[in-house]
């Protein structure tokens, strides 16, 4: 039993660290806050914002070997030049262009300059001849290319005597994504923290209480910043990783604050003094918050068996984020509720709601109440909530997969309208073009003959190689200048185009087809078709691995909390249950275009690939997050009492409107994400809020009761060996709670052929 006579009576471990010194404890916290904002401080300026495509591929391959040897032929830049009512082949037209195109190529960095006018290409110039190009590619990498946008695009922009000159290309468009996810993203905070903190002072009353979550999600935050700062000076980063730290970092802190500041308060209540409370919170609720913050973070580190950048930013973001909220809420929580004591309670501002105002009934009671609603009508409840769950699902079995391109911007974005202009206005599509690197190509001939091939498979307007342009198995143009610079000594290049969007089933048949012409010399293809392909085909590849090691970790983490053989495997099926409205929601919406108008975004026809991968790790490690604070507060009953079907409803009565009010939080923060002018990053934020909202109101409130109470006793069962091996590294309550007695748990359980 516990010495009360003891300065740090019902503390241990950390604990006792903590609560011996909690103004220490609170000053270094604060003095790392003031670290992290100085270190994170310009993280979204290195940042990039692409990563989609895998480094490794063919594609990959093909794309660094074609800017290697021939720049001119992977542009990154296009300035659009619109000629107004004259033709661009008018002379003052003419003259002005190839100032600007002989500007251009003398600017730092610039290499690769092709212009219209002084190759009279007729893929650069628009059909109905009042537009043109000029390409070039800015060498480096994304954060380079980021700098001499900024530098040259004011002196280019805008009106030079008879043209008017707009950017577009790889570059234009992630300075304008950039730009927009930032604007968007600290538009996003200043929704989501007042409506946050609004919603806190209605769940605890106290306006003190209230504070506290949000001081951990800060320190979350900014700690998090620092790390990505960190981190892009070793690897590539990618800027829609911001929007996880700021979702997670006051979703996840608020979730871990609510749960040790409810438990803390119950122990007050209790008549615990402080100390003791603080000791009890930390070896209950602290227990089930470390184990939650190994839940998610392993979810969210599945990503890192991917290649691409994109989701990997999305590991390192969400594991750091995970681990400075779970932390923060370990250390620095306990420290402030020590030094506040019964003032946590201070400052009700519930009081004006109150006055003259019934008494409501006990909240808990009517989570009580449902829980013994659910439980007898238990196969009802089963049945109905999950019929429900996959009939909202069933959209996702039509998906398909495309790249992410300019069309997540908004129509109004300078990039977006010069790339739809060159969509619907140039001959063959350029954006649809397959671009194949051809090396050891030592006869002229040999090139020829596999350049006429090529023009003649299905859909393809023309293909261009160094010996000529070829349309429909014959020779259209032969080789001038132009086709001369697109071979050298070592390999050359041919572009194969067509009508049509690179990532639609076309433009992927046209990538496996040419991959599988037979040619006497290597090639390999590139562009955005073939990125596509192998995108697909690595994450088909990776994702059994992710999902694996998602499910094997949870599957023990969630025993070494319960000793259960069969509750790990609920967690694992429920949690992913509760995902189909998620993905069901995301093809309905985003895919087929309905409420497009309403939440202001362009369906392209399909999904970007590495998204629903994302957004499986994020939402199934989220519903894990509620998963284990429900099955701690079961575990710990059923600890206490022994009797199953009791425990289910404590655990229920205890935490459903904890859940429902952190998932309603959570779910804020994310419809803020959700506000985005980028349509990934709508997506993403309006996705995973309702799946948050559908596990907290559906899967823990009525699945998870009513699939207990179908399995009955038996879901506490395990083998003897796992028994014996739970009881060895499992993890129990070293002293019951303050206010509770000691109960020996059952030694043995016996499932009855009654339940």
């Known amino acids: 039993m516990t010495d009360v006579n003891r300065p740090d ?42 990563g989609w495509q895998d480094p490794g591929s063919e594609s990959s391959y093909a794309a660094k070997a074609l800017e290697e040897h021939f720049p001119a032929s992977q542009p990154n830049l296009i300035l ?12 003052a037209v003419a003259a002005e262009a190839q100032r600007l195109a002989k500007r251009l190529g003398d600017e730092e960095s610039v290499e690769g300059v092709v212009s219209y006018w002084t190759t009279g290409a007729a893929a650069l110039r628009a059909e109905d001849g009042h537009e043109a190009m000029i390409t070039a590619r800015i060498e480096g990498d994304e954060t380079n290319g980021a700098k001499v946008f900024d530098r040259i695009a004011p002196e280019y922009r805008g009106t030079h005597g008879p043209v008017k000159v707009s950017f577009g290309g790889p570059v234009a468009v992630r300075h304008d994504m950039q ?31 209230a504070l506290l979550p949000l001081g951990v999600g800060v320190v979350a935050i900014l700690g998090t910043n620092a790390v990505l700062r ?31 500041v409810r438990r803390f308060r119950e122990e007050l209540s209790a008549g615990a003094d402080p ?3 603080v000791g009890a919170t930390l070896r209950t609720a602290g227990r089930t918050v470390l184990f939650s913050a190994l839940t998610v973070a392993v979810s969210l580190a599945a990503m890192l068996v991917f290649p691409q950048y994109f989701l990997r930013s999305f590991a390192y973001a969400g594991i750091a984020v995970v681990a400075l909220a779970a ?5 620095i929580l306990p420290a402030a509720l020590v030094l506040l004591g019964e003032k946590i309670n201070a400052w009700d501002l519930r009081r004006v709601l109150r006055r003259n105002r019934p008494a409501r009934s006990d909240a808990k009671a009517g989570w009580a109440r449902t829980a013994r609603l659910v439980m007898r009508r238990a196969p009802v409840f089963a049945v109905a909530a999950t019929a429900g769950l996959v009939l909202l699902g069933l959209p996702f079995l039509s998906v398909k997969f495309g790249n992410a391109d300019d069309r997540q911007l908004p129509a109004s974005t300078e990039s977006r309208t010069v790339q739809q202009h060159l969509r619907d206005g140039f001959p063959g599509s350029p954006g649809a073009a397959v671009a194949v690197l051809a090396e050891g190509t030592a006869q002229p001939s040999a090139l020829a003959d596999y350049s006429r091939r090529l023009s003649e498979l299905p859909d393809v307007v023309r293909v261009e190689s160094p010996q000529g342009e070829y349309a429909h198995g014959g020779l259209t143009q032969k080789p001038g200048p132009v ?13 194969v185009l067509r009508e049509g969007a690179a990532g639609d089933v076309g433009g992927q048949e046209l990538v496996r087809a040419v991959r599988t012409e037979p040619a006497p010399f290597s090639t390999s293809v590139a562009g955005l078709g073939a990125a596509l392909v192998d995108s697909k085909a690595i994450i088909a590849d990776r994702l059994p691995w992710a999902l694996g090691m998602i499910a094997a970790v949870t599957l023990v983490l969630v025993f070494l909390l319960t000793g259960s053989l069969l509750i790990p495997v609920q967690a694992v099926v429920l949690n992913a249950l509760s995902l189909t409205a998620m993905y069901g929601a995301v093809v309905w919406v985003f895919q087929d275009g309905h409420l497009s108008d309403l939440l202001g975004f362009t369906s392209t026809g399909d999904i970007e690939t590495t998204l629903p991968v994302l957004m499986f790790c994020v939402a199934f490690g989220l519903s894990m997050d509620y998963g284990v604070f429900l099955l701690s507060r079961v575990k710990e009953e059923y600890d206490r009492t022994g009797d199953h079907q009791s425990a289910v409803v404590f655990g229920l009565q205890r935490t459903g409107g904890l859940i429902t009010a952190a998932a309603a939080i959570l779910a804020v923060v994310m419809v803020a994400i959700g506000t985005s002018r980028v349509t990934n990053t ?26 207990m109470r179908l399995t009955g006793r038996v879901t506490w069962w395990a083998p003897a060996p796992l028994r014996r091996l739970h009881a060895r590294i499992g993890l129990s309550e070293e002293e019951t709670s303050g206010g509770l007695p000691e109960v020996e748990p059952p030694r043995t359980v016996i499932p009855s052929r009654a339940e």
């Open 9 to 50: 009576r019902g503390v241990s471990g950390w604990g006792r660290v903590i609560t011996a010194r909690p103004r220490l404890a609170l000053l270094l916290a604060l003095l790392f806050t003031a670290l992290a904002v100085v270190a994170g401080s310009g993280v979204a300026d290195r940042m990039g914002s692409g």
């Open 80 to 91: 659009l030049v619109n000629s107004g009512k004259a033709t661009v082949d008018a002379p």
């Open 179 to 209: 730009e927009l996810i930032k604007e968007d993203l600290l538009r996003a905070e200043m929704i989501a923290l007042p409506v946050t903190l609004l919603l806190l002072v209605l769940v605890f009353g106290s306006a003190v209480a």
């Open 230 to 260: 960190g981190i892009t000076e070793f690897t590539d980063v990618s800027v829609f990783a911001q929007n996880l730290t700021t979702a997670l970092g006051l979703g996840l802190a608020i979730d871990y604050a609510l749960f040790i």
């Open 275 to 277: 100390l003791t409370a």
């Open 327 to 331: 932390i923060a809420a370990l250390v």
């Open 483 to 495: 086709e001369a610079a697109r071979a050298d000594d070592d390999a050359a290049y041919i572009t």
């Open 682 to 707: 709508k997506m993403l934020g309006l996705g995973i809020a309702l799946a948050v909202l559908m596990d907290a109101m559906v899967v823990r409130s009525l699945l998870v009761p009513a699939v």
